[in-house]
């Protein structure tokens, strides 16, 4: 048996999330699929984290075990040839049997796209959040930041199975920064040592708050700190993010 580690790419728009759900498409379900196919018998696929419905990957990063001998090159290849062209197999390669592409994962960078110009090309709707209103980008810019250092993350995550469970919500962001590109255009980067549920999703509207002027530091900080409870901000559209990178 061989353990292999897949990066893959895929438009998240026809998927109901990473995670394999009946009866819907999901990225997961689609490589057990194919790979069973060419295992000839059941596979288990583990991803690196389970991306929402919609939400997009650039280099995601997956690992299963196969008994087949096939030379890596080629399995990327068969696998391409198998998979929706809304998923693709950037690169396989063996690992270690013990390697996990979570537990062994040092950091995850995500981007998060947002279209401000009036008009937005049907071309690009998939990939941006359309916000055609005034921000104050500056404001977007100071806030961003805030968020680096550990934090417990409680107020930035949506409900989870594994709640009840009692898992810390503590989580270590690396870097959190707002670009600008181009001037219709931003770019929120944030790098971390692992993300909740809908974590970045609620980061980013709880930003945009802070650009409309409905929010400011001081309710980023209070959010951090734990001193108001509830939701932190509205939870962005899945379709402007995009998992970057996962560090090992």
């Not at 401000?116 to 209103?133: A, D, K, N, Q």
């Not at 270590?172 to 040592?193: A, N």
């Not at 945009?208 to 734990?226: W, Y």
Request: glycine share 8%.
């Amino acid at each position: 048996m061989r353990r292999l580690k897949a990066t893959l790419c895929y438009d998240g728009t026809g998927f109901s999330g990473w995670q394999i759900q009946p009866a819907r498409p999901t990225v997961q379900g689609c490589l057990q699929q194919v790979l069973g196919e060419i295992e000839g018998a059941p596979v288990s696929v583990t991803g690196s984290g389970r991306t929402d419905a919609g939400v997009h990957a650039l280099a995601q990063v997956a690992a299963f075990t196969l008994s087949n001998p096939i030379p890596p090159a080629n399995l990327r290849k068969a696998m391409n040839r198998l998979l929706p062209p809304d998923i693709r197999v950037l690169e396989i390669k063996e690992v270690e049997e013990s390697f996990h592409p979570i537990r062994d994962a040092k950091a995850k960078t995500y981007e998060y796209r947002i279209f401000l110009g009036e008009i937005c090309s049907p071309f690009e709707r998939r990939y941006v959040y359309h916000y055609p209103y005034p921000l104050e980008v500056s404001r977007i810019a100071a806030a961003a930041p805030l968020l680096e250092g550990r934090h417990d993350f409680t107020c930035f995550a949506a409900a989870d199975k594994s709640d009840a469970l009692g898992r810390s919500k503590r989580r270590t962001i690396f870097s959190s920064r707002i670009e600008r590109p181009v001037q219709d255009r931003l770019v929120y980067r944030v790098r971390g040592d692992g993300f909740l549920k809908h974590m970045v999703r609620n980061i980013v509207g709880l930003l945009i708050e802070v650009g409309r002027g409905k929010a400011d530091e001081e309710t980023v900080r209070r959010f951090l700190t734990g001193e108001v409870e509830g939701k932190a901000g509205p939870t962005a559209p899945p379709q402007g993010l995009f998992l970057v990178s996962v560090d090992y």
